[in-house]
């Protein structure tokens, strides 16, 4: 049984551009949820897909985008990137039929804009 | 909206002494209560959770929990404390028709000294 993974581990980007980051669920898990951590803070919710549909979502504005695929590896996708968005962004996977509601984290991308 | 404090942004305790880290929550309901470990470059691993029942709950690594209901607070513990518990530790709560959507603390930041 593989874990999260996350891809990739870093980036830089400059203010204005857009990203991609990447996450692979836990074998067997259809919910992804992606969270936001800025240096020295709790991890915040961005959002959550469950069987390729948003599920859920945090305060965050639209330019913070998802997708979830058939494999249910999933996408987080950020337009104009503004320096704020500076911060580690890890992904969750969890199976909502379990009742304990455990989501396992990946390593984190680390994203830094300049 | 539910929210998680955590008072202390360090702590410092001797190798073999015992530690409690605080936590208060402001939800309307009985909350899923949480608490995960984040050691440096790592993703968040899950100590213990609390949904219902026995309010101490025990963990992974000889950490256990209380969940006070009066005091809306959900205490970690640990009799002794070994050098490979520094790290960051998070409080989380998520809703209770949507436990794996969480909200966590500002973390507290574990030093143990020889």
């Known amino acids: 049984e593989t874990g999260v993974t996350q891809s990739p581990t870093h980036l830089i980007k400059t203010r204005g551009q857009q990203v991609t980051l990447r996450c692979s669920s836990q074998s067997g898990h259809n919910t992804v949820s992606w969270y936001q951590q800025a240096l020295g803070q709790g991890p915040q919710f961005i959002f959550q897909?469950?069987?390729?549909?948003?599920?859920g979502r945090g305060n965050f504005p639209p330019r913070f985008s998802g997708l979830q695929f058939p494999n249910y590896s999933s996408e987080l996708n950020v337009n104009a990137l503004e320096l704020d968005d500076s911060a580690l962004y890890l992904c969750a996977s969890s199976f909502p039929g379990q009742a304990d509601y455990e989501q396992y984290f990946g390593p984190g991308t680390r994203l830094t804009v300049t | 909206a539910q929210s998680v404090t955590q008072p202390d942004i360090h702590i410092t305790v001797s190798e073999g002494a015992s530690l409690e880290l605080r936590c208060n929550y402001s939800?309307?309901?009985?909350?899923?209560l949480f608490w995960y470990v984040q050691s440096p470059g790592q993703g968040l691993q899950l100590l213990l959770k609390?949904?219902?029942?026995?309010?101490l709950v025990q963990g992974i690594k000889g950490f256990e929990a209380e969940f006070k209901r009066s005091q809306s607070s959900f205490n970690l513990r640990k009799p002794s404390v070994h050098w490979s518990d520094a790290a960051e530790y998070f409080c989380?709560?998520?809703?209770?028709?949507?436990?794996?959507?969480?909200?966590f603390g500002g973390g507290t930041r574990l030093m143990v000294k020889p």
């Open positions: 989380a709560v998520g809703a209770n028709n949507a436990g794996n959507m969480l909200t």
């Open positions: 609390y949904f219902s029942g026995d309010t």
């Open positions: 897909y469950y069987r390729e549909e948003e599920n």
């Open positions: 939800y309307g309901a009985t909350p899923y």
